[in-house]
T-cell receptor, first 115, second 110 residues
Framework: DVKVTQSSRYLVKRTGEKVFLECVQD?????MFWYRQDPGLGLRLIYF???????EKGDIPEGYSVSREKKERFSLILESASTNQTSMYLC??????????????FGPGTRLTVL | GEDVEQSLFLSVREGDSSVINCTYT??????LYWYKQEPGAGLQLLTY?????DMKQDQRLTVLLNKKDKHLSLRIADTQTGDSAIYFC??????????FGQGTTLQVKP
């Protein structure tokens, strides 16, 4: 079974703190994604990575950065957390070719609260 | 998810059929997906349909695709309480990105 794990299920941080959200996948997938999920807005893509050391901006990259130093790990960084970044963050991965209809595999999510 | 639209809520009785609808905008989308999110969990792929198909059936699930109207639907036959979840429609873009709808919360009453 594909497994995508996220470092924390729940996280509470203060405004201005630097926040790291970690995601690890164990299936040697090339592509990895970070989304945020907000009620009534669905999932919105923050950043994605096609391979190690590669990154592309998604639809809402402002206030975020990412790091992909190793194939299995994709980190989302909030340089200076703000209250409007309170959200559920979901990581996903998929192989670059093959798979069921280019399926993305999701982690359980990290619910981040910024006070 | 402004390019993919879904209604936000659907309530049905156990044993009835559920139909969740979705409209999308990109006619070049290769695949269209239905993902399910149970409370406190990430998303799981429920089913998908290739853009050159009109219908796909998988046990209790039927997906219908109307490319002319850019309309996708998911029908769940004999809905059970375990089907209560949020259902997301998504379309794939040529860039490899997925564009998700807002999600439809399905409530199944006993």
């Amino acid at each position: 079974d594909v497994k995508v794990t996220q470092s924390s299920r729940y996280l509470v941080k203060r405004t201005g703190e630097k926040v790291f959200l970690e995601c690890v996948q164990d299936m040697d997938h090339e592509n990895m994604f970070w989304y945020r999920q907000d009620p009534g807005l669905g999932l919105r893509l923050i950043y994605f990575s096609y391979d190690v050391k590669m990154k592309e901006k998604g639809d809402i990259p402002e206030g975020y950065s990412v790091s992909r130093e190793k194939k299995e790990r994709f980190s989302l960084i909030l340089e200076s957390a703000s209250t409007n970044q309170t959200s559920m963050y979901l990581c996903a991965s998929r192989p670059s070719i093959g798979g069921r209809g280019r399926e993305q595999f999701f982690g359980p999510g990290t619910r981040l609260t910024v006070l | 998810g402004e390019d993919v639209e879904q209604s936000l809520f659907l309530s049905v009785r156990e044993g009835d059929s559920s139909v969740i609808n979705c409209t999308y905008t990109d006619s070049s989308s290769t695949y269209l997906y239905w993902y399910k999110q149970e409370p406190g969990a990430g998303l799981q792929l429920l089913t998908y349909i290739f853009s050159n198909m009109d219908m796909k059936q998988d046990q209790r699930l039927t997906v219908l695709l109307n490319k002319k109207d850019k309309h996708l639907s998911l029908r769940i036959a004999d809905t059970q309480t375990g089907d209560s979840a949020i259902y997301f429609c998504a379309e794939s873009r040529n860039t490899g990105k997925l564009i998700f709808g807002q999600g439809t919360t399905l409530q199944v009453k006993p």
